[in-house]
């Protein structure tokens, strides 16, 4: 597991957020908005060194010690713990979790395999709840949140999506039942994205015509921003007497599926 240079005091107060998958897209954006309103940041990838390293530097340059690199493969349950003791070996404490990792890729019926589910259901749940299970004393300590990003379809399935629904249904689950179980110290909430950014891979399922009809039917007549999810996330943050939520945040498109 390597960390950045970047060296950090623990007496600082101001709140740490550890990001899965925070070196790119959404999960950079997430980082980028909760940076800008006064957060450290623990910045998780498992291979975008690169990605990760700059926008270390970038919100570093900003405000200096802010923000920690930390590389883990979320498949290696064993060492997840480790996530957490990065974390607050680098700034002392650990106020918020956001599940934000995760694969996605089709898997028809008939072709599916258990390296698929391994893959899907490791990244999208079993990582999720151990991680959460990790970090739940440090988060005791702090009044802090799990927050984990699921997704619209799980109660209106994609098309050819069987393994990927079935492990963000567990997520919205897995989220209800830490909310009930960790409370009331922790708060556990969900957002529930609908079109954000397209898949880097996945043009077979998401073409074209395709993205046209998804953008026709969302009632805000545009697909999601980062930005989107992250004020929504930063809004759960910091709303004290919210547990157990699954928020939408798909500019409508969930009440016309």
Known sequence: ???SVTHATHDNPAPVVL???GAKRVGAGIARYLHARGWRIVLHYRSAAAAAAELASELNAIRPASVQIVQLDLLDTPRLPDLVS???AAFGRLDALINNASSFFPTPV???SE???DDLLGSNLKAPLFLAQAAAPALRQTGGSIISITDIHVERPFPLHTLYTVAKAGLVAMTKSLA????????VNAVAPGANIWPDSGSEVFDAATRSAILASIPLQRTGEPDDLAQAIHFLLEAPYLTGVILPVDGGRSVVL
Not at 180 to 187: D, M, T
Request: aromatic share 8%; proline share 4%; hydrophobic share 50%.
């Open 86 to 88: 990065a974390s607050l």
């Open 1 to 3: 597991m390597h960390a």
């Open 115 to 117: 390296t698929a589910w």
């Open 19 to 21: 990001i899965t998958g």
């Open 110 to 112: 008939g072709e599916f």
């Open 180 to 187: 009930r179980e960790l409370a009331p110290e922790v708060r």
